[in-house]
């Protein structure tokens, strides 16, 4: 039998001896409820029932708070007393889990496991006696694998070995995604980048590069923004003063030569395409071209995100500088800059897929 015990709140306390001084001051549950108190706080310390394992918690007299009139209003009037000299009222379930009283079975649904003994008792119709324990002092037992319920869990409700086990499936659907081939023609396939003047909707596009899948710069260029005077926030990130703007195209003035490269391409990758795409797509009028737009657009990060967590589960952040560095790849420019980003995003996309494009006749 351990001395010490250690409560859910992380809080040791040790065993009471006969002749401890503080025997006489710490008072039990049932010397509190027949004074209307109840323990205002953890136990400060604990003996063993006469009979088995359960435990007989004490309390310091200091740390009580009175009991609220519904405790003992009501009282059934009737009560057990149990091996450890202790008196429990016999009460209905609603009462007890008014309490926070419950039964052993249902503790251990709640993943809770008493230690001390019962605090109160109920007779069923076929005269059966069940228990009731404090919540409050029963132990948080750990959380069982969903999947083979004898091992603790570890990740997403599963154990150790089943979570690998899982993984290992999804490892594998992931590395015959990634490697299939999907015979792209270089040409169609565009990556694309945007800088923008804020983080927002309203925000304008300020800068768009895109390249295809050979390396070769399509369009490369700043844009005018129509009503955004100034981004503090963002140049700072891309370095696109409204200096640098001021003789650049409007974006209307670009838009038929953009839909003209869209239209002949059978795939847009971005890096979080979704604000890239989110910016972008007004440059069609109807839902249908947005539509038509969408369908050819692949988010480079959602790819580099499900590779991480198959393959890489040291990597925690995916920003394009993060996939690079998974990677290894060298920067051609300057980070954040949509020129090297688009290079950066088409480097990225190469290793997730190296059998992406047509095989040469
Ligand atoms: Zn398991």
Redesign the pocket.
């Known amino acids: 039998m351990e001395e010490t015990l250690k409560l859910r709140s992380g809080a040791t306390i040790g065993m009471l001896k006969k002749n401890d001084p503080d025997f006489r001051k710490y008072l039990t549950r049932t010397t509190l409820s027949q004074l209307h108190l109840q323990p205002g706080g953890d136990p400060v310390a604990f003996t063993y029932s006469p009979e088995g394992e359960d435990v007989v918690f004490y309390f310091d007299p200091l740390f009580v708070k009175e009991a609220p009139p519904e405790v003992w209003y009501g009282k059934s009037g009737e009560s057990m007393t149990l091996p450890s000299g202790n008196v429990i009222e016999k009460m209905s379930t609603r009462r007890a889990c008014d309490n926070g009283f419950y039964s052993k079975e249902r503790l251990e649904q709640m993943f809770y496991r008493p230690i001390e003994e019962p605090v109160a008792y109920t007779v069923k119709a076929d005269g059966t006696t069940v228990f009731f324990y404090d919540k409050k002092t029963a132990l948080r037992l750990p959380m069982m ?1 969903v ?5 603790v869990r570890f990740k997403h409700k ?2 150790e ?3 690998e086990e899982e993984m290992a499936v999804r490892r594998e659907e992931g590395d015959r995604h990634r490697n299939a081939y999907y015979g792209m023609d270089p040409k169609k396939i565009l990556f694309f980048d945007l800088e923008l003047t804020g983080f927002y909707a309203r925000d304008e596009i300020i800068s768009i590069t895109i390249t295809n899948g050979l390396g070769e710069l399509v369009m490369d260029t700043l844009v005018k923004p129509d009503h955004t005077k100034k981004w503090k926030k963002t140049e700072k990130i891309h370095g696109i003063t409204p200096e640098m703007v001021e003789d650049a195209p409007l974006l209307v003035d670009i838009i038929p030569k953009i839909k003209e490269i869209f239209e002949n391409c059978d795939r847009l990758i971005a890096y979080g395409v979704s604000t890239d795409y989110s910016h972008i797509k007004y440059i069609y009028d109807t839902e249908e071209e947005q539509e038509a737009l969408h369908k050819k657009v692949r988010c480079c990060a959602n790819e580099f995100v499900r590779y991480a967590h198959e393959h890489r589960p040291d990597v925690v952040h995916a920003s394009l500088i993060d996939a690079m560095e998974c990677f290894g790849i060298e920067w051609q420019g300057v980070p954040h800059s949509s020129l090297a980003d688009t290079y950066a995003c088409a480097a990225v996309w190469d290793r997730l897929f190296p059998n992406y494009y047509k095989k040469e006749e």
Request: hydrophobic share 10%; aromatic share 10%; glycine share 0%.
């Open positions: 694998c999947k083979c319920n004898k091992k599963l154990c070995d089943c979570y």
